[in-house]
């Protein structure tokens, strides 16, 4: 459960990276391969996220009861 916070700051760190990448028109000219791979891992970030935080409640609930 400490962990978590470190595997979401990690996950959100690079969704902004990728975010800031596919910001820049130019990319999508120069180099459309490497949009579709930044969309597909920003879409495997947000599975990634889903799962962390969702486990992350389950893991709370757990200690709870």
Not at 14 to 23: D, N, T
């Amino acid at each position: 459960l400490e962990a978590l916070p470190a595997q979401i700051e990690a996950l959100e760190q690079e969704q902004r990276s990728i975010a800031e990448k596919l910001a820049d028109g130019d990319i999508y000219r120069a180099n459309p391969e490497e949009v579709k791979r930044l969309q597909a891992r920003t879409a495997e970030i947000e599975e990634a996220l889903l799962a962390v935080m969702t486990r992350g409640e389950g893991q709370e609930a757990k200690q709870q009861a």
